[in-house]
């Protein structure tokens, strides 16, 4: 049936996107009709499409071709491939993980004791300053605050908005670095070098975003180009490290909160990629950061994936008490003025956090839309030389009837059990 061709073809996409329209492929010399496609021919009158949400929570199999994709798009940038040049694995190369700064003592993971404290004692609130238990990694403790009522909470939410700001001024430090360490004017730099990166936001525990990214070196023109002799791995590491301890960024000032101001957390790591196989393995990280591009803010315990119109929906979010504050905080500051531009109330869901899980440089790799391209000519769904395409498609809904979405699962189900018994006879950890 062709409905349930549909529906296969959409990898049992859970929210597909259904379209109304038609597209007329003609000659470009003579005017031609060479191929026309109508929905009126389709069951319903539409044609059902990928959803592309790349959260596992709201569509497993759409998340998982973004995952795929973003693992392709890391790897081409250490490796090569996609238009990238195999010498780029042989250039200074690094992955980092810059965190947030504390906003307050939470409980810890590990084997030994969580905030052990000789002389015990309380805060003003008269709540204990240590933790003597040593939790597993899966406690519901791990992330929370030992007390509430010390916990900076608007601190927390305006670093999460001033966030990506702090990563581009940290990149821009990096830079200027870079170049006062060879003796460069600093606004020449580009002249003889470029950084390129690939960076993907996480939320830790105690549901504050931290930052991995593999930064690469490259030469004036991006990718193509060797960096100049002076660019080492060790260069890097010391401009990343001076950065991530020196940029800042100033929230505007509040009647109510004043100023801050913003940095990284103390804890920086920056490790060298090796083709030697000493240290990091680049497929392994290229799969650890696409495995993060996928997760939603309900999977970390950080927040929700849908957003909040009112304080009723922050009240009913399925979420810790920790993040619970968070949001109030959040949709509290964003009825202030002066923090508007923030857009606090519209990112509540996030904790306040508004940039992309994924950013990249124009020269690190390939890019999503390129990936995609070449799919679609791998399947056939490209346009053809020398013809002009008029498309005219409107949106007319989305989703499945329950019985399409029991068999879109099993059709989804199917497919990654297909994948994973492929990958074991292969022995491939890649996608």
């Known amino acids: 049936m062709r ?5 296969t073809a959409t990898g049992g996409c859970a929210h597909p996107v259904h379209l109304s329209g038609s597209t007329t492929t003609l000659d470009t010399a003579t005017g031609e009709i060479l191929r026309h496609y109508d929905t009126r021919t389709e069951p319903g009158e539409r044609l059902s499409v990928r959803c592309r949400n790349r959260r596992a929570s709201v569509c497993a199999p759409c998340s998982r071709l973004h995952a795929g994709d973003t693992y392709h798009l890391v790897r081409a940038g250490l490796l090569g491939g996609k238009n990238i040049p195999a010498t780029v694995r042989n250039r200074p190369r690094l992955f980092v993980t810059l965190t947030a ?10 084997n030994e004791r969580c905030r052990p404290r000789r002389d015990g004692g309380t805060c003003e609130h008269g709540r204990t300053l240590g933790c003597g ?16 009522d010390c916990y900076d909470y608007t601190a927390h939410v305006l670093w999460h908005a001033h966030a990506s700001k702090l990563w581009d001024r940290f990149v821009i430090d990096v830079r200027r670095r870079l170049a006062s360490s060879v003796g460069l004017v600093q606004s020449r730099f580009a002249d003889h070098a470029r950084l390129s990166f690939a960076r993907v936001a996480e939320y830790q525990k105690r549901a504050a975003v931290h930052v991995h990214a593999v930064v690469r070196l490259d030469g004036r023109n991006g990718a193509s180009d060797e960096p100049p002799a002076w660019g080492t791995a060790q260069l890097l590491i010391d401009a990343v490290r001076g950065s991530a301890g020196r940029v800042l960024v100033r929230t505007p000032y509040s009647p109510a909160v004043g100023e801050l101001a913003l940095r990284w957390g103390i804890q920086v790591d920056a490790r060298q990629l090796h083709t030697d196989g000493d240290g990091p393995d680049d497929d392994a990280v ?5 495995k993060y591009v996928t997760k939603g803010a309900s999977e970390t315990g950080a927040g929700t994936d849908h957003t909040v119109t009112t304080c009723d929906d922050i009240d009913a979010a399925p979420v810790t008490e920790h993040v619970r504050t ?28 508004r940039g992309h899980i994924l950013t990249k440089s124009r020269a690190y790799s390939t890019t999503y839309a390129a990936l995609r391209a070449q799919r679609a000519h791998h399947v056939g769904h490209t346009d053809i030389p020398d013809t002009v395409t008029e498309r005219n498609w409107r949106y007319v809904g989305s989703g499945h009837t329950s019985g399409a979405a029991l068999i879109a699962a099993g059709i989804a189900e199917d497919l990654a059990q297909s994948r994973e018994e492929r990958r074991a006879v292969l022995g491939e950890e890649g996608r």
């Open 326 to 353: 968070l949001m109030r905080v959040c949709w509290r500051l964003g009825g202030l003025p002066e923090y508007e531009p923030l857009r606090l109330r519209a990112w509540t869901h996030t904790l306040g956090y």
């Open 133 to 148: 238990a040593a939790h597993a990694p899966d406690a519901p403790a791990i992330g929370q605050p030992l007390c509430a």
């Open 101 to 110: 700064p504390s906003f307050g003592p939470v409980h810890r993971a590990g």
């Open 3 to 7: 409905w349930l061709e549909q529906i």
């Open 286 to 290: 290229a799969a650890y950061v696409a």
